[in-house]
Structures are given as C-alpha cells and as structure tokens.
C-alpha cells in the first residue's frame, strides 16, 4: 500500500509564512499527479494546487501569486510552501497522489490524513 504524511502545519501570523510537506511512502512504483486540497469548517473542500510528474502547476485563484507548489521525485515528497497568509487560508490542508502499488497496478487516489493551518494574530 500507499500512504501519505503530511507535516508543518500551525499557527502563523497574518503575513507570514508556511511549508507544508507531504511524504509518500511503501510499495510505491509510481507517482502521477501529487496536489493539496484545503477544508475550512462548514466549507467543501477545495483544490489548492497540483503539481503532475511532469511539473507542471496550477493553482486555485485565490493563492496564485502566494503559494508555491513543488516536488521532490527522488523523495517522493510534494511541498506547498505559503507565504502572506491570510486569516481565510486557515484550514485542514490534505496531499494528494496518483499512485501505482507495486502490488496493485492500477492507479489509485491516495489521501493524507490532513494537517491544520491556522492563521490568526
């Protein structure tokens, strides 16, 4: 199996800054598409950013120009680094990836289990 982990969530100030880093890990033959998805509370959950294997990017409007999403292949490790956080980007923020289980080839969705941002002064 698969399994995402997600870590550097917290609290920060209105301004700041904040990566997010998310390890995959296991029988892992391949990685397609990694991204971030946010909740807030009461609110659907929405896409953040994607990164495919390929690196190319695409980000929700309302973080363009401040959030920075990347890979590590050699890793196996998608970053979101956040800079002038607002009070609105306060939310649980979960990875995501298309993988390939070496023992199960078919492509599958993996989920992390969510990090909490908070962004308060």
């Known amino acids: 199996q698969v399994q995402l982990v997600e870590s550097g969530g917290g609290l920060v100030q209105p301004g700041g800054s904040l990566r997010l880093s998310c390890a995959a890990s296991?029988?892992?033959?391949?990685?397609?598409?990694m991204g971030w998805y946010r909740q807030a509370p009461g609110k659907q959950r929405e896409l953040v950013a994607t990164v495919t294997s390929g690196g190319r990017t695409n980000y929700a409007d309302s973080v363009k120009g401040r959030f920075t999403i990347s890979r590590d292949n050699a890793k196996n490790t998608v970053y979101l680094q956040m800079n002038s956080l607002k009070p609105e980007d306060t939310a649980v923020y979960y990875c995501?990836?298309?993988?390939?289980?070496?023992?199960?080839?078919?492509?599958?969705?993996?989920w992390g289990q969510g990090t909490q941002v908070t962004v308060s002064s």
């Open positions: 995501n990836a298309d993988a390939v289980d070496y023992n199960d080839y078919r492509g599958h969705d993996y």
């Open positions: 296991g029988s892992i033959f391949s990685i397609g598409a």
